[in-house]
Nanobody, 129 residues
């Protein structure tokens, strides 16, 4: 079965850390651009971190740079999003995505939602004291 499955979300106090996972099955994630997005209630889904299709360069939204780190383990066919110094405004559902057509998500466009055509179901992150 071809799918992306996110995990690792939860309730965390401000200042804490989480590592989100995005496990792929049915295809090799290393051959595709990978994006992490988040969506808070009533807000648009925004890109926060990505690996571009071109050379696997990483890009981050300005709002998270320095606190979020995207990585991947090709042997485990899994991508990760490390989130440090969590803030209440980080509360959202986090999604991973890939472009299985390999036609987009070059360079910084990998932060754009419309570059992706395959999504996971999301994992909830809540930051609250």
């Amino acid at each position: 079965q071809v799918q992306l499955v996110e995990s690792g979300g939860g309730l965390v106090q401000p200042g804490g850390s989480l590592r989100l996972s995005c496990a792929a099955s049915g295809f090799r994630l290393e051959h595709y651009a990978i994006g992490w997005f988040r969506q808070a209630p009533g807000a648009e889904r925004e890109g926060v971190a990505c690996f571009s299709l071109a050379g696997g360069s990483t890009y981050y939204a300005a709002s998270v740079k320095g606190r979020f780190t995207i990585s991947r383990d090709n042997a485990k066919n899994t991508a990760y999003l490390q989130i440090d110094n969590l803030k209440p405004e980080d509360t959202a559902t986090y999604f991973c995505a890939t472009d299985r057509s390999r036609t987009g998500a070059y360079y910084a466009t990998c932060l754009q939602r419309n570059q992706y055509n395959f999504w996971g179901q999301g994992t909830q992150v809540t930051v609250s004291s």
